[in-house]
């Protein structure tokens, strides 16, 4: 009723949910990504389906690039860094859609499927849109097969040479 009122018309409005959160996610990650931010403790109750960005313990932006960057004293293990945070989000999304499954079927393998049906397509949303704002970030336009591999390599180097995130860009 608050955040997606229009999902009341749908004829699967738990699905659907699940499918506007989990574009929400995508689109408030590759933001983070953007600017380089590491949340530094993404928990499942560090994340809203509105998308917004709440808790703001550990966290911090880089200043050299290094993916496996993190901001938590905590972390040990590298789980909320950097490179790690898409990770966490789809198993954040997980656990959401474990929440709901009462809600998508009243039998759970049902369920079970119609839920991964959804999340198998985060990691080429993700992508996709990573790419997307990377592009912007460069200025690249068009689609041009080889874009992708220039940015790995220019994301490679930054991080061979420790290169500072903001001010490379």
């Known amino acids: 009723n608050r ?22 996610q995508i689109d408030l990650i590759c933001n983070w990504m953007r600017i380089g931010f590491i949340h ?8 809203t389906i509105s998308g917004e960005t709440i808790d703001y313990g550990p966290c911090a932006f880089m200043d050299k690039y290094d993916p496996g960057t993190v901001f ?8 909320y860094s950097y490179f790690n945070q898409p990770r966490i989000v789809l198993w954040n999304l997980e656990r959401f ?11 759970n393998k049902v369920g079970i499927k119609i839920a991964n049906e959804v999340l198998k397509e985060f990691p080429e949303k993700y992508k996709k849109k990573w790419l997307e704002m990377m592009k912007k970030k460069l200025g690249l336009v068009g689609d041009d097969p080889q874009d992708e591999k220039l940015i790995i390599d220019l994301l490679s180097w930054m991080h061979q040479n420790k290169a500072d995130y903001t001010n490379t860009f």
């Open 3 to 24: 955040h997606y009122p229009d999902l009341k018309k749908s004829k699967f409005p738990t699905i659907d949910l699940l499918k506007v959160v989990l574009e929400k």
């Open 40 to 47: 530094g403790v993404m928990n499942t109750d560090n994340m």
């Open 72 to 79: 938590s004293s905590i972390d040990l293990q590298g789980r």
């Open 97 to 107: 859609a474990e929440s709901l499954l009462p809600l998508i079927s009243n039998n």
